[in-house]
């Protein structure tokens, strides 16, 4: 029986969302300590050991009660495009000003902003990528056309740039979206593949939007590009005509995802069509995010908090790998990026050498991971992504070190178990 409309349509879950909502019907509750939560989607935020002390206390001006500029302040804007020019384009003639940034409340905003100023015509992305991509491209398949390229486990999930121009150019992309570091899989883009990228967006006017969340999490990049967080940023040749849309924040890199602050940085001429969206679409972001923010972005503080918190992440990364290469799991090698292990399950014995198998049975032992085909961000199932992503799991190293380890000694139980 067909299905009646109703007064709302069914808006499906998020992968990450759908399985935590089954962990909660298992039991699962934030408070519950005995759980490993390795689905968490954000970083662990506490006070860490000779980092910053974390930001909690500001106080408020009568002027913080009114609205912001939906762009952002004029203060912020003007520290972003200097916290970018001080990184990467201190030797470079085109520097960012205020007028290439715009603050938003929020990286899924700041992309939803982005969508929502594009002009009718086609849209590639990589496959797999953010879950979340498809249901913010949803709203807008009347006008953008959606034409991913697929990634081959064969080639460890990595698409070159000869495939990415082939796409651009053979498929008449009007924009391209990727995240980097990629979140399932790790992969990382660096140096000259980035330097190619751009000239590729402006060779065929493509709009490459770059999602930099997880720049600060980057892993085994050696020289310039290693002491700083990853960024398309030092490799646009003329920041007010390149068409690259940089999208970061604070939740991921510097650990305040409550506070809901992100931006857009490129060419004055988008970020005015993106603030345009804002105005009827999200109103801004609070100005106590706001203020806060301008603290955090201050150089000496945020420099040490980069440090700092890419040396915890990566001793957390090191309890995973080192446990699932004893234990049969293949990862993603170095270099690579984001909070997660992109793993490999099929060495496992039979029975948890399926994701969605192995999901159940983690469930029964209190952890929580995320089947990859939940990253397969192919709408119309033109291709076999999802057969292919079967084998496959994603690990978060976001929890805290003791809940990880803890977490990895219940799987070793589990698969030894299984043997």
Request: with cysteine; hydrophobic share 35%; proline share 6%.
């Amino acid at each position: 029986m067909a299905r009646k409309p109703g007064i709302f349509r069914n808006v499906p879950h998020t992968g990450e969302t759908l399985c935590i909502t089954e962990a909660i019907k298992s039991g699962f509750n934030t408070r519950r300590t005995q759980w490993c939560n390795f689905a968490q989607g954000e970083p662990e935020v506490s006070q860490f050991q000779d980092a910053p002390s974390r930001l909690s206390w500001i106080t408020l001006e009568t002027h913080d009660h009114e609205s912001s500029p939906v762009g952002g302040s004029d203060e912020l804007r003007d520290l972003i495009a200097q916290y970018y020019n001080h990184l990467y384009r201190e030797d470079l003639d085109s520097k960012y000003k205020k007028e290439n940034v715009s603050v938003a409340p929020g990286g899924r905003v700041a992309l939803s902003r982005i969508l929502n100023a594009l002009g009718d015509g086609k849209i590639g992305y990589r496959n797999p990528d953010c879950p979340s991509y498809p249901h913010l491209l949803q709203n807008h398949e009347y006008r953008l056309k959606q034409v991913p390229l697929q990634a081959s486990p064969d080639k460890g999930f990595c698409v070159d740039l000869a495939q990415i121009e082939k796409h651009v150019s053979g498929k008449k992309l009007s924009s391209f979206l990727m995240s980097n570091p990629c979140n399932p899989t790790g992969q990382i883009m660096s140096g000259t593949e980035l330097k190619k990228l751009v000239t590729i967006g402006r060779k065929h006017k493509c709009v490459m939007i770059m999602d930099e969340v997880y720049s600060h999490y980057v892993f085994g990049l050696e020289g310039e590009e290693g002491d700083r967080p990853l960024s398309v940023a030092p490799f646009v040749r003329n920041v007010d005509r390149d068409p690259i849309l940089i999208v970061d924040g604070l939740g991921k890199g510097w650990r305040y995802p409550g506070w809901r602050l992100s931006w857009i940085v490129g060419p004055p001429k988008l970020i005015e069509a993106v603030n345009n969206v804002a105005h009827y679409f999200d109103g801004g972001a609070s100005v106590p995010a706001q203020r806060l923010a301008i603290k955090a972005l201050e150089e000496g503080r945020s420099q040490q908090e980069r440090t700092r918190g890419l040396q915890v992440f990566t001793e957390k990364r090191s309890i995973l790998t080192e446990k699932f290469q004893e234990l049969g799991m293949k990862c993603v090698e170095e270099p690579c990026g984001t909070f997660y292990v992109w793993a490999d399950i099929r060495g496992l014995p039979k029975g948890l050498n399926n994701a969605d198998k192995f999901f159940r049975r983690a469930l029964e032992e209190k952890l929580i991971v995320i089947p990859g085909k939940h990253f397969d961000l192919n709408p119309a199932n033109k291709t076999s992504a999802s057969k292919e992503l079967k084998n496959w799991v994603r690990f978060s190293f976001a929890p805290s070190t003791t809940s990880l380890s803890m977490g990895v000694e219940t799987l070793a139980a589990m698969i030894e178990s299984a043997g």
